[in-house]
């Protein structure tokens, strides 16, 4: 079964359709994706781990300095993601010495189970991208 992460606050979805791993090894991996795309973990906080590619409709952050780092934003720092209510969702991190992922909050997030395949659908069929953001409303809300 397929899952995605929604904000907490508007009900968006964060990210594509996801499979649910053990949370990796991050020794040795400086420079590296953490995870495949299509992936996701928990951390023992309860916070959610994704690849950079697999994140949905979230922009940076407006403060620049919440993406310092040497070659890209370290693990150190406040939030440098929102959604789109504007929400301070996650972090990205994607420096030289650290694993590259995306860490969203679950103060802030939370996950979904895609039961009957009915978002997989929705995603993969041929209409327009309007005509799928529409669908997918009635679909989370039942209808």
Known sequence: MKHFITCKFCGKRVTVLLSNIVLPDFRGLGGEPLLASGQYCIDSDGDFYIAITDKHGLKYHPDDNRMIGCCGPSNEGLPNLICSCKSEIGREISDCNTPHFIRLFHEVASVKADHNGGLEAILCSTISDEEK??????????Q
């Open 133 to 142: 953001t529409a669908l997918e409303i009635l679909w989370q809300y039942g």
